[in-house]
């Protein structure tokens, strides 16, 4: 039972620390473009530049 006194405040610190960071994210912009990030990969002109 002393156990649960240690490990509930700990689940809801991390909890709460978890939640934070995802609104610390969503304020940033972080899932702005979602389509754009998935379209980025097939985009050749940057490495066709590093090579050359």
């Given at each position: 039972m002393t156990q649960?006194?240690?490990l509930i405040?700990?689940?809801?610190?991390?909890?709460?620390?978890?939640?934070?960071a995802f609104l610390w994210s969503l304020k940033h912009g972080q899932y702005d473009d979602m389509e754009g990030a998935?379209?980025?990969i097939l985009?050749?002109?940057e490495d066709d530049e590093l090579l050359s």
């Open positions: 649960l006194i240690i405040p700990i689940a809801l610190f991390l909890g709460g620390l978890g939640l934070i998935a379209a980025r985009n050749d002109d």
